[in-house]
T-cell receptor, first 116, second 112 residues
Framework: ETGVTQTPRHLVMGMTNKKSLKCEQH?????MYWYKQSAKKPLELMFV???????ENNSVPSRFSPECPNSSHLFLHLHTLQPEDSALYLC???????????????FGPGTRLTVL | DAKTTQPPSMDCAEGRAANLPCNHS???????VYWYRQIHSQGPQYIIH???NNETNEMASLIITEDRKSSTLILPHATLRDTAVYYC?????????????FGQGTELSVKP
C-alpha cells in the first residue's frame, strides 16, 4: 500500500465514548500532521509531529489527544467529544518540517466523524 | 504567511484548459506558492509548487508573474474528474511548524 491511509473512514460516536483515529504513512516521511475540516470552513491545523516529537499544538482542547509511536504512525485519541467536534479529520505527512520545498504535505482520505 | 485571493468559483468545458488565478500581492522573496485541490469529502491533493520560475508536472503548470504578486494554475485539458476546490497557498521557505493555511479556494466545475 502506498501514500497515507486513515482508518476508520467513517465514525459515529456518542459524547461519552472513547475512540481513536489511526493514520499510517508509507512514504518514509519524518513529519506527520492532524487537521480538522468542519463544514464550510477551511482546514485547521491541530498537531504537528516531527521524528515522533510534537512540535506544534494549536490550542486544541484536551479531549483530543495525539500519539505518535513512530514516524509511520499517528493516532488521535478522542474522549468526551461534543457535537460541534463533528468534522472531517485529515492526516498528512511530509519529508521534513520547515524546509520549504522539501516539506510538501501529502494527505490521507480523512475520517468523517459524527458526534451524537 | 502572505494572504491569497482567489475567485470563489469557475466553470470550464471538458477538454479545454482551466486557468485558475491567484493574487498574492504581499508575497515576500522567501515564500513559495503551493497549489492543492480537494475533491468533495476527500483529503487535499498536492498539485504543484514554485518559488520564482514557472513549473510543470504531469498534473498542471504553474505560471508565476515576474513580480510574483500573482500566479495561474493551468490544467491543460480539464476532465470531469478535475471538478474540485482548488487552493492557492503561500508559505515561508523555512516555515517552522509546517503550517499550511488554507483559504476558501476556487470551486472549479468542469462541465461536459
Amino acid at each position: 500500500e502506498t501514500g497515507v491511509t486513515q482508518t476508520p473512514r467513517h465514525l459515529v460516536m456518542g459524547m461519552t465514548n472513547k475512540k481513536s483515529l489511526k493514520c499510517e504513512q508509507h512514504l518514509g516521511h519524518n513529519a506527520m500532521y492532524w487537521y480538522k475540516q468542519s463544514a464550510k470552513k477551511p482546514l485547521e491545523l491541530m498537531f504537528v509531529y516531527s521524528l515522533e516529537e510534537r512540535v506544534e499544538n494549536n490550542s486544541v482542547p484536551s479531549r483530543f489527544s495525539p500519539e505518535c509511536p513512530n514516524s509511520s504512525h499517528l493516532f488521535l485519541h478522542l474522549h468526551t467529544l461534543q457535537p460541534e467536534d463533528s468534522a472531517l479529520y485529515l492526516c498528512a505527512s511530509s519529508q521534513d518540517v520547515g524546509r520549504g520545498g522539501t516539506d510538501t504535505q501529502y494527505f490521507g482520505p480523512g475520517t468523517r466523524l459524527t458526534v451524537l | 504567511d502572505a494572504k491569497t485571493t482567489q475567485p470563489p468559483s469557475m466553470d470550464c468545458a471538458e477538454g479545454r484548459a482551466a486557468n485558475l488565478p491567484c493574487n498574492h500581492s504581499t508575497i515576500s522573496g522567501n515564500e513559495y506558492v503551493y497549489w492543492y485541490r480537494q475533491i468533495h469529502s476527500q483529503g487535499p491533493q498536492y498539485i504543484i509548487h514554485g518559488l520564482k520560475n514557472n513549473e510543470t508536472n504531469e498534473m498542471a503548470s504553474l505560471i508565476i508573474t515576474e513580480d510574483r504578486k500573482s500566479s495561474t494554475l493551468i490544467l491543460p485539458h480539464a476532465t470531469l474528474r478535475d471538478t474540485a476546490v482548488y487552493y492557492c497557498i503561500v508559505r515561508l521557505l523555512y516555515n517552522q511548524g509546517g503550517k499550511l493555511i488554507f483559504g476558501q479556494g476556487t470551486e472549479l466545475s468542469v462541465k461536459p
